[in-house]
């Protein structure tokens, strides 16, 4: 017999065991001796009361041997099967791949940038010298931006797939098996490069192709259907089905179908800053300490509010976290987060953005890059006003609210380095005055957060596509072409890793023949 029950531990109780059995027995009223073992399902921390507690959602096997969830894949040799060129090694892209290994299908993976342990040298080069390689960065090559942006797995994508699946196959390529049970899931960059590594080992195992430094430049179709690629280096690559799962900063793939005459529509997306605060300050308002007990995590937050109408929120928060310079081209600045594993960096940042809706832009309903013009036209004006190099125009966070320019700016994660800017001369005037009015609400809400010690670096511009790419709702394909998946973040149907993965293999799935 099962039994799944909630139990609530303090945090120095969370690894033992036998307190865990002890509390099983108490709620379940039996004897201890008959709880032949447990499994966690799901862990979560509740900071809201002055006790910080774990909460365990738990199964207890009763007077039978504990069976565990099995979530090793059944892969097939796809060698000689029909093939489906993926474009894009990210997460939704090596998903696909893993899902036509167990379909059956042959995945041809093409990906514009460097296998994951190559692009070191040029995020190195990126945060030293403030150069970047249009096709070898924080966003292109093996893995996606995904593999450096820390590794966050938590989703609400749960109506959409098998979250528990991706999960497995994450755990089964090497990720420890907290990401099943932890409410936020997480990974760490430090982590997740051997771990792509050996998806992609598997896919070309299994009779899978993974190109590196391969650019696809046209896609091929004749009489409404897709008949393969053409890449960079003038080869074609033929295929009935092919899945674009190219990530949201591939402008270039938007710029093929605007060419190309295949619909296109401009979509709504977040904008604003990153904000950095010294970690003991979330940690102390989170946990209502003044030292971090050795049992909890470094803190989380997560904040949200109304401003004359629109929402302010944080996003993809990272503690013991860095700031990451994540441009694709030159004379842009975007930035984000990311933590390693052990989150032990001495700082906590978020992004914290609002929505630009198609309202908010002159001719959005009719122009599909009329969104994604006011992004760049914005990441152009950061760099101009940073100075050059990827240095990142910044501001301290009260400084910010009363509108003065900072004297000085406190130390902080952001390699390229932060050059003191009214933000007002980056942001668009309805951002500015939406994270005016928020901030301070934001320190009411939590202890500390409203403070000059924190910074506020420009600009977070990357949080979704500002394109989407139209597809049916049943079949996946493009209304136009039929074989042709636009697929995830790039197409505007993901947002991370978790969410992007699913949509890779529902894309797969779709595939009828």
Known sequence: MQKKIEIALVPEAIDDEKRILNEGSKKLRIPVQRIQGFH??????????????????????????????????????????????????????????????????????????????DRRRDLAKINREGIVNPESNYCYGEGGAGTYSDGKLYTRSNKRGDVQQVLGIFVEHGATPDIMVDARPHIGTNKLPHIIESIRERIIEFGGEVLFDCKVVDILEQFGQVEGVLTDAGERILAK????????????????????????????????VRIEHPQEIIDQAQYHCSIRPENLPPAYYSLVEQVDGRGVFSFCMCPGGIIAPCATDHEE???????????????????????????????????????????????????????????????????????????????????????????????????????????????????????????????????????????????????QVAGLYPCAEGAGYAGGIVSAAIDGMNCIDAIQD
């Not at 509108?403 to 952001?414: F, W």
């Open 241 to 272: 089905h092919v899945v674009v799962a190219t990530g949201h900063s591939a402008r270039d793939i938007y710029e093929l179908f605007r060419k190309k005459g295949w619909l296109l529509e401009a979509k709504p997306f977040a904008l604003g």
């Open 333 to 479: 600045i975007v930035v984000n987060g990311w933590s390693p594993s052990k989150r032990n960096n001495p700082h906590a940042n978020s992004g914290t953005v609002i929505q630009i809706n198609l309202e908010d832009v002159k001719n959005a309903d009719a122009d599909p890059f009329a969104l994604l013009d006011f992004q760049r036209e914005i990441e152009q004006r950061a760099f101009q006003l940073g100075g050059g190099n990827l240095v990142a125009p910044a501001q301290r966070m009260v400084d910010f609210v009363q509108q003065k320019v900072s004297l000085d700016l406190p130390i902080n994660s952001y390699k390229p380095g932060t050059r003191s800017v009214d933000l007002r001369e980056v942001l668009p005037g309805f951002v500015h005055q939406a994270l005016r009015g928020a901030l301070p609400i934001f320190g009411k809400k939590m202890k500390g957060y409203y403070t000059n010690e924190a910074i506020l670096v420009g600009v977070e511009s990357r949080t979704s596509s500002p394109v989407r790419i139209p597809r049916d709702k049943d079949s996946f394909q493009h209304p």
């Open 40 to 117: 966690i399902r799901k862990r979560s921390i509740d900071a809201r009361g002055k006790q910080v507690l774990f909460r365990l959602r738990i199964v207890y096997f009763i007077d039978e041997p504990v069976s565990l969830p099995d979530f090793h894949s059944k892969l097939k040799d796809v060698s000689q099967a029909k093939p489906v060129i993926i474009i894009g090694a990210g997460p939704a892209g090596l998903f696909a791949a893993y899902r036509c290994l167990e379909r059956g299908l042959k995945p041809i993976v093409i990906e514009r940038g460097k296998k994951v342990q």
